[in-house]
Structures are given as C-alpha cells and as structure tokens.
C-alpha cells in the first residue's frame, strides 16, 4: 500500500512540474497497449504494389535515407515499406477485393467486405499514431539499437519522459532539408536528419519554448545567419538521444563540451580560477544573455557572489571608482579563466 501511495505522489509531482509538456506526453501515456507483431517474411509483398492507393506516402519516402538505403534481399531492409509497417499480404488481398468489388459495381458487397470487423483488423498494417512511446522506439530500435547514439538511449531524460522517435522525427512528412551552408557546419547538417520541424531548434521548441528568446538577446550562441540559418545549434552542445555527461551534454561535461570550440580555455594554468575548473556556468549562461559574454551577471556583481572580501575593496564604491568603471573588476583582473605569467597569481596578465 505505502509503494502504491509513493508511486502515486511520484507520478503526481512529474505530471505537476511540467504542465507545458505533459499535455504532449499525456497523448502518449493514453493509448491502449497492443503487442507489436512478430516481423513474419512470408506475409511481405515488396514495395511495388503500395504507389496504387498511397502515392503521397511512397513520393515522401522517396528523397529519405531510409529509401536509399542499400537494399537486403534476405530479410525487409530500410528501404522496405514493410520493415516498419509488417507484412501487407493480407493487407493487399483486403484493399484489392475491396476496389475490385466496387468496380464491379457490388457496392453491397464491397461495404460488407469494409465492415467485417475481424478481417478489417487483421488486414490492418502497424500504424504508428496507434503506437505508444515504448512500442514506436521498439520498432525503430530494430535497426537503430546498434548506432552510436542509441547506446545512451535508454535511460536518458527523453526517454524516461515518455518521448519516442517520432516527437523529433517524422519519416513521411519531414520539412527539414539539407542547406547550402550544410558543409560548413555540422548543426547544419543535422537538419537533414527527418526532424520534424524545419530546423533542428524548432523541433526541440516544440517543448523547450524558453529556450527560444536566447536568439534574440544581446549575447547569444544561437546567431544565425542572414538567411536566419543557426549556425549553432541545439545538437553542438547536447545530444538529444541520452549522454553519459549531465543535461545531455555531448560530452562528458560541460567543461568538455565547450573545450572542443574554446580550447585555449582548457588550459593548462599555472594560476588557475577554481570556478572555471569547475563549470563554465559558474559565470555563463549556455544559450544567451542580456549581459555582454553570455554572462550570468555584469562584473562587479558577478565576482561579488564569491569574492565579498580580500586584500583590496572588492565591493564597487562611487560610480567613478576604478571598481565599477570600465570592465570593471576585469579592468585588473583580466585573466579570470587562468593565468600562464609567472606573476598572474591574482589574474591580472
Ligand atoms: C488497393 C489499395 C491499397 C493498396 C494497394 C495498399 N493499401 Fe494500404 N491502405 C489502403 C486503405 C484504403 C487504407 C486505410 C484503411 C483504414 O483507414 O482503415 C490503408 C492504410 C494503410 C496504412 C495505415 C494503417 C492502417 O492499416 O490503417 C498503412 C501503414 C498502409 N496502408 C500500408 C500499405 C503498404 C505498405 C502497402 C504496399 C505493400 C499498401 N498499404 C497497399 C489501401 C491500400
Ligand atoms: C522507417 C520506417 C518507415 C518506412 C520504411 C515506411 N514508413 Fe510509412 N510511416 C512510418 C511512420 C513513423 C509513420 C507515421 C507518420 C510519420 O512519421 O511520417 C508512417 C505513416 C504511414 C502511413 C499512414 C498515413 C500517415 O501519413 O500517417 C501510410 C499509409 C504509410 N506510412 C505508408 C508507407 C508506405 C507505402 C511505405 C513504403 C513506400 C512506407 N510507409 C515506408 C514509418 C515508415
Ligand atoms: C529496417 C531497418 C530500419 C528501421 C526499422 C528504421 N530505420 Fe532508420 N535508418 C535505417 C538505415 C539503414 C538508415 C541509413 C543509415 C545510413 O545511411 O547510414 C536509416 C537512417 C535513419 C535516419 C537518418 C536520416 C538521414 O537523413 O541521415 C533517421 C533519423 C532514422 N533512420 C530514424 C528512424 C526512425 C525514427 C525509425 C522508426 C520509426 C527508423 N529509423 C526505423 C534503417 C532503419
Ligand atoms: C528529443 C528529440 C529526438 C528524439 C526523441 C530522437 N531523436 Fe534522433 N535526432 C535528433 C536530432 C536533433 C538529430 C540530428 C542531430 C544529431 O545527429 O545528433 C537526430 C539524428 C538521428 C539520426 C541520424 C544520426 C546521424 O548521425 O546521422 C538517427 C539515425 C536518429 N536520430 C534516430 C533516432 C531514433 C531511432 C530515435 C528513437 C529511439 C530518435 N532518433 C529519437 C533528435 C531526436
Ligand atoms: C553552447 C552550448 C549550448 C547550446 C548551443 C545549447 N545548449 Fe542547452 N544547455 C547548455 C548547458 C551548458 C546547459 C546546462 C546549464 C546549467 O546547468 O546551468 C544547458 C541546459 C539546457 C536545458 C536544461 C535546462 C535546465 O534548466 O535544466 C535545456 C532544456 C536545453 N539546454 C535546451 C537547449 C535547446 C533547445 C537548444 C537549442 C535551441 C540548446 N539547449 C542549445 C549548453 C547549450
Ligand atoms: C516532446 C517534448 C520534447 C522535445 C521535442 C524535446 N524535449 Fe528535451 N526534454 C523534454 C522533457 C519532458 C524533459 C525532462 C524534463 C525534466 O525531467 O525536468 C527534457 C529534458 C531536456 C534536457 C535536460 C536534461 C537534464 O539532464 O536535465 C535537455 C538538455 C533537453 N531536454 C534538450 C532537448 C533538445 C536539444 C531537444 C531537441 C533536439 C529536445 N530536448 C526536444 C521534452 C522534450
Ligand atoms: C560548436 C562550437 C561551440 C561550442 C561547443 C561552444 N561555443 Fe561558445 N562560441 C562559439 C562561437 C562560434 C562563438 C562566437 C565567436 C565570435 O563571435 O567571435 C562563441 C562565443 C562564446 C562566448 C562569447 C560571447 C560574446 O558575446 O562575446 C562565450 C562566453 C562562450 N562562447 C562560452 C561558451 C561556453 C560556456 C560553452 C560551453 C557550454 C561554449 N561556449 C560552447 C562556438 C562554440
Ligand atoms: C569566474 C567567472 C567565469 C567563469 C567560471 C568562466 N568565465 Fe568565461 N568569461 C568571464 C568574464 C568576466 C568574461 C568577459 C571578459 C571580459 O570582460 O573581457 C568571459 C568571457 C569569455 C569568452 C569571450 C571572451 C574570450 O575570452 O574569449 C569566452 C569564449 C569564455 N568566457 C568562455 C568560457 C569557458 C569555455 C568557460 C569554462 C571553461 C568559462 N568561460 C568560464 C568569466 C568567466
Ligand atoms: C563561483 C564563485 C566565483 C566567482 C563568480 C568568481 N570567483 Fe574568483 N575565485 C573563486 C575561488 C573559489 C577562488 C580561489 C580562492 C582561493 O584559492 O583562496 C577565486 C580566486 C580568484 C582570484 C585569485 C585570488 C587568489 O587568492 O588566488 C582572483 C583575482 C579572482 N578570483 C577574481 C575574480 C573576478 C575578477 C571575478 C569576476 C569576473 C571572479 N573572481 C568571480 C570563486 C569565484
Ligand atoms: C584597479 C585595479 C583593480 C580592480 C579594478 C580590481 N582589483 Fe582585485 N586586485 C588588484 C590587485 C593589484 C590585487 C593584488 C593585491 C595584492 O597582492 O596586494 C588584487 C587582488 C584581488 C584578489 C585577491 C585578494 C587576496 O586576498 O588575495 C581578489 C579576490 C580580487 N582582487 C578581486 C577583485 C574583484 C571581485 C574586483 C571587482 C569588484 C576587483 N578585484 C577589482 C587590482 C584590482
């Protein structure tokens, strides 16, 4: 009785702390569980059948990874309508009754044939809006378990939160196509990757909504170009499918992740600033600021939430003292992420 209460109140607090997105979730949570079918190779027709009745489909596979994928004849490949939506034998011999009775003009007939529940089920293919979370990543996990990136799947906060593949990917109907900047940098080119959205951003707004005024402050690593293309996105920092590091760094830690673009950073200091070593979001806010440098705060009060007392006066005084004035305690104190001078010991050269 007591775990059911405390599963309860756990379920309780994860529904209560994030309203905007549970509304999302809540749709998955709600479908009735039916078991995938087991992938049976004699009830594939192949592909060549399927253009007849669903010609949108098959043209918006076409342009997709998943089409030119290297075919395997021993078993359903990418490229195969099937290996997602198994076998159509039966699906075919249903639909092609069905028009042929109509053509025929035996419109009773046909109707009879649609409103046969049994074998309208059984004719049925996996339809994905009928899936839930867990069934929809069991099925792409056929293929995709062995990728880098889904090692870390299980587990991570997307997963545990109820998402699936398809609240970021869509495999008929993704909008967002390669750029001419595609080359130049690797975000870029991620929004290739049958994203839902446009962008690689917009898909993650769907849910991270706050995250969207960074671009417009004053400080920003979400800078686009003129054609409000990011050159800087979402997935140069996290990876969406689960990381080893905390808040789904790409890396193992945020240190390490803003090392691989700001390496002279990383150092080695002969005076090092023990909060640098530390996080980098001791001082920075990752995705943008009204402060200049994506600073959490402007200097002096930045360096007042550690530094309140010392050798000199560290609280500001007149608006002309030498502690507020300019870069303020940066004026001095220049090397605030380490120091390589022999006589850096207090971050001044
Ligand atoms: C003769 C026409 C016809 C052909 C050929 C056909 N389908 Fe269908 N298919 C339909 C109809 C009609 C529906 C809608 C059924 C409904 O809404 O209940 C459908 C629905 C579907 C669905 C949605 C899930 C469902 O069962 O409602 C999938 C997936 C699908 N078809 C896949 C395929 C594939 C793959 C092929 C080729 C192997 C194929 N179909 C060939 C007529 C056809
Ligand atoms: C990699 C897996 C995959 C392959 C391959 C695939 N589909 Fe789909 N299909 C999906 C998913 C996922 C959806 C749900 C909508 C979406 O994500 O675009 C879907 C939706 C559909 C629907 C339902 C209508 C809709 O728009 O929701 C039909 C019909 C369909 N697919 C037919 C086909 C046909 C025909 C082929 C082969 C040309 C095919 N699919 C190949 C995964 C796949
Ligand atoms: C039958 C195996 C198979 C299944 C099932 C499958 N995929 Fe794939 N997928 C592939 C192959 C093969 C590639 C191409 C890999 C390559 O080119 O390196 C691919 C590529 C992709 C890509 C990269 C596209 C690009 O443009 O680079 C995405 C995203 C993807 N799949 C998502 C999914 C999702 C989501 C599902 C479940 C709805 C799914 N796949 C189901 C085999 C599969
Ligand atoms: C929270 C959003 C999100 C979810 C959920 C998600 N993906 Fe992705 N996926 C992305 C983004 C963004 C990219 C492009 C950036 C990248 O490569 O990391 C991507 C890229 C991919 C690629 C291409 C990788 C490459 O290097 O070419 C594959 C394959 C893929 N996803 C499969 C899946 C599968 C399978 C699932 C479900 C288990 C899934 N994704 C769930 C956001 C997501
Ligand atoms: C330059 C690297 C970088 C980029 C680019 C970036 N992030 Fe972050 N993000 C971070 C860091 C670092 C944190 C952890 C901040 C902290 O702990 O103070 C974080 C935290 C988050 C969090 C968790 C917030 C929380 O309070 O726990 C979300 C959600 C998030 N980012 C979404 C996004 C989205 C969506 C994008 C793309 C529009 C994005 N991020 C782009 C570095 C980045
Ligand atoms: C369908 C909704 C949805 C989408 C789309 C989505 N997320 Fe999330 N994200 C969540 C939920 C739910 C959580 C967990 C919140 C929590 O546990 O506090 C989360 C958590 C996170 C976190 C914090 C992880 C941590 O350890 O605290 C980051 C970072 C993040 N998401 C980045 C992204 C990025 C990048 C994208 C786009 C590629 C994305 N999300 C797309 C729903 C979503
Ligand atoms: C994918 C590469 C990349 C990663 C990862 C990255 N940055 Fe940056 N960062 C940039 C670029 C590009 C600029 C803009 C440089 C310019 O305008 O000269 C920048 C600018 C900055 C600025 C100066 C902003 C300004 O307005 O002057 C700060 C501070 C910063 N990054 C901190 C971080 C922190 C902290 C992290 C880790 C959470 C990080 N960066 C991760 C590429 C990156
Ligand atoms: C103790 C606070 C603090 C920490 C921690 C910190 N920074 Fe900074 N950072 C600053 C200040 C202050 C500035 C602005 C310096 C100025 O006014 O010239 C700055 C500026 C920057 C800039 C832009 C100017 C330049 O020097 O290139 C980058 C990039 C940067 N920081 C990256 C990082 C990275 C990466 C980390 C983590 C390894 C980090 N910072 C940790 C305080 C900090
Ligand atoms: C998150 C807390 C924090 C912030 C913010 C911070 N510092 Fe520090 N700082 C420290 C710590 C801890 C030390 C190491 C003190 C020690 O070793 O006794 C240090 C050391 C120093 C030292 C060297 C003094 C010594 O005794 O080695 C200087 C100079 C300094 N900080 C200046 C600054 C400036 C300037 C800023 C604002 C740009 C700043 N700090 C922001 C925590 C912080
Ligand atoms: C006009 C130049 C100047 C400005 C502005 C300045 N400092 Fe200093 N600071 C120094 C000098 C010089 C020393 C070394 C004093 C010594 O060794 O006797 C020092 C030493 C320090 C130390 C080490 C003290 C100790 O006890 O070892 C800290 C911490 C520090 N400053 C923080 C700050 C902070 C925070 C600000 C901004 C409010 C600031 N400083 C502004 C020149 C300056």
């Known amino acids: 009785m007591r775990i059911l209460k405390l599963v ?11 309203p905007f997105i549970s509304s999302k979730l809540a749709a998955n949570a709600k479908k009735e569980i039916v078991p995938l079918p087991a992938q049976d190779p004699s ?19 076409a342009p997709t990874a998943h089409h030119k994928a290297k075919a395997d004849k021993a078993s359903a490949s ?15 011999e249903f639909h092609l009754t069905a028009q042929k009775l109509i ?25 994905f809006d009928k899936l839930t979370a867990t069934q929809i990543n069991a099925s792409c996990m056929q293929c995709h378990s062995q990728m880098k990136e889904h090692a870390v799947w299980r587990g991570n906060k997307h997963e545990k939160a109820k998402l699936s593949c398809l609240d970021c990917h869509s495999m008929h109907h993704s909008p967002a196509a390669p750029t001419a900047d595609s080359k130049l940098f690797a975000t870029a080119q991620a929004e290739g990757k049958l994203l839902k959205r446009r962008t ?28 409000r293309e990011h050159q800087l996105s979402c997935s140069s920092c996290h990876e969406a499918h689960g990381s080893i ?28 600033h023990s909060p640098v070593r530390e996080s980098c979001a001791n001082c920075h806010k990752s995705h943008g600021s009204n402060n200049t440098a994506l ?3 402007r200097a002096p009060m930045l360096c007042q939430q550690c530094h309140i007392q010392g050798r000199h006066q560290t609280v500001a005084g007149y608006s002309n ?21 022999p006589s850096g010991i207090n971050l001044q050269r």
């Open 8 to 18: 309860f109140v756990i379920f309780f607090c994860a529904t209560a702390a994030a």
């Open 321 to 341: 003292s030498a502690f507020t004035m300019n870069r303020s305690c940066s004026t001095c104190h220049a090397a605030v992420h380490g120091s390589n001078h």
């Open 245 to 272: 590091g905390e808040k789904l760094m790409r890396t193992g830690s945020i240190n390490e992740t803003c090392y691989q673009c700001h390496t002279e950073k990383r150092g080695p200091f002969l005076y090092e």
């Open 43 to 61: 009830q594939f027709v192949g592909n060549s059948s399927c253009a007849e009745c669903h010609a949108e489909q098959v043209a918006r596979l």
């Open 200 to 227: 690689e951003a917009d898909t993650c707004f769907q849910c991270h909504g706050d995250v969207r005024k960074a671009q417009f402050q004053r400080s920003t690593h979400l800078f686009r170009n003129e054609n």
């Open 295 to 297: 600073l959490n705060a």
């Open 103 to 127: 053509k025929e003009g035996k419109d009773a007939e046909a109707e009879a044939l649609q409103n046969d529940e049994t074998k309208a089920k059984n004719a049925s293919m996996i339809a």
């Open 78 to 92: 990418a490229q195969s309508c099937e290996s997602c939506h198994g076998g159509a034998k039966v699906h075919l």
